[in-house]
Nanobody
């Protein structure tokens, strides 16, 4: 029962863009809040952005507001993270995760997530 970061990670120059996708399976997509966390070397895992599938509510870390956009395609059980104006400090392993919307409080802390996907490396470097 996992989200999969299937596509989108890689190397990009500062100012560039990438799109991550997370295809969910094994749970009822519309009942979950799904999104991304990231972990840079030597740092704790931090929340980036989540979206509540049922009503489209979105949540962003201050560090990515205005640059990243999260969206969902409920027909495809997929959540996307469009990352624009990437900075070297965005370099990290990005993980998708899901939590039942019933229990989601709007927090971006990684504790309490029900499902985690495998990470994908995003490197922003010239």
């Amino acid at each position: 029962l996992m989200c999969s970061c299937r596509r989108g990670g890689g190397l990009v120059q500062p100012g560039g863009s990438l799109r991550l996708s997370c295809a969910a399976s094994g749970f009822t997509f519309e009942k979950y809040t799904i999104g991304w966390f990231r972990q840079a070397p030597g740092k704790e895992r931090e929340g980036v952005s989540l979206i509540t599938s049922s009503d489209g509510s979105t949540y962003y870390a201050d560090s990515v507001k205005g640059r990243f956009t999260i969206s969902s395609d409920n027909a495809k059980n997929t959540v996307y993270l469009r990352m624009n104006s990437l900075k070297p400090e965005d370099t990290a392993v990005y993980y998708c995760a899901a939590i039942s919307s019933t229990y989601y409080s709007g927090s971006l802390v990684p504790n309490g997530m029900d499902y985690w996907g495998k990470g994908t490396q995003v490197t922003v470097s010239s």
